[in-house]
């Protein structure tokens, strides 16, 4: 599998991006996907997952704010962020669930800062 993430930029406070993860390879249907982020300085760590009937998680952090989604027909992930703040700052990666190393692409800047 090969997963590529976009969307990325520079958002002010309490503005929303949508970020995209395209997929490359078989199977993708049965993956449950996440969406990851680093801040410098910090580990990397999930944000948010889908299952591969749709069931979804958030970490606690971007509970109401995120929400994750998947359309199998163009094998692709979304993450939908709003209300972001500068704690979001960080690169986005997508990856299955869990991760794996071998996934793990160049991820997505996002910037939040007036």
């Known amino acids: 599998v090969q997963l590529q993430a976009s969307g990325g930029g520079l958002v002010q406070p309490g503005g929303s991006l949508r970020l995209s993860c395209a997929a490359s390879?078989?199977?993708?249907?049965?993956?449950?996907m996440g969406w990851y982020r680093q801040a410098p300085g910090e580990l990397r760590r999930m944000v948010a997952s889908v299952s591969a009937d749709g069931s979804t998680e958030y970490a606690d952090s971007v509970k109401g704010r995120f929400s994750i989604s998947r359309d199998n027909a163009k094998t692709a992930v979304y993450l939908q962020m709003k209300s972001l703040q500068p704690e979001d700052t960080a690169v986005y990666y997508c990856?299955?669930?869990?991760?794996?190393?071998?996934?793990w692409g160049e991820g997505t800047q996002v910037t939040v800062s007036s």
């Open positions: 990856n299955t669930d869990p991760p794996r190393g071998l996934y």
């Open positions: 390879g078989s199977d993708f249907s049965n993956k449950a």
